[in-house]
């Protein structure tokens, strides 16, 4: 993937530089966990100080425009910027950080320790169903 730059403005009221780049023959969008250290790499600049604020694309184009804030110190971007923005670059983090599951979570189909198995809602169901003739006695399946 290679990026270019289209514009960039300096912005002194937000103390903020705003870029925007263009990327062309891509066969996928690259999420922003692949987008981040590629632009702060190409504009010299730390990821931490970097917040993308749009990933843009027409359907069946190739092409792809990115729109990104590079702030000067990290007071300013807590301060400045969007907390939804500045949300997913943390829940990303995150969420990598738990992606292991618990080892005391049983999962459904396997064996407790009293040795019954876990049954998922379905098979539950299934098992208890029964139809009733018209004299409302049970008849088993």
Known sequence: MQLEIARQKENKTLNRTEVELTAQDLKLVPSRKELKPKIAAMLN????????????????????????????????????EAKHLLKRDIDKKKKGEDAAPKPEEAKAG????????????????????????????????
Do not use: M, W
């Open 45 to 80: 600049t730390k990821e931490e100080l970097l917040v993308i604020t749009k990933i843009g694309h027409s359907f069946g184009s190739r092409e792809i425009t990115v729109e990104a804030n590079v702030y000067k110190n990290v007071e300013t971007l807590k301060s400045a």
């Open 110 to 141: 396997e064996e407790k320790e009293d040795g019954k198995k876990d049954e998922k809602p379905a098979e539950a169901k299934k098992k208890g169903q029964e139809k009733t003739d018209e004299s409302g006695k049970k008849e088993a399946k």
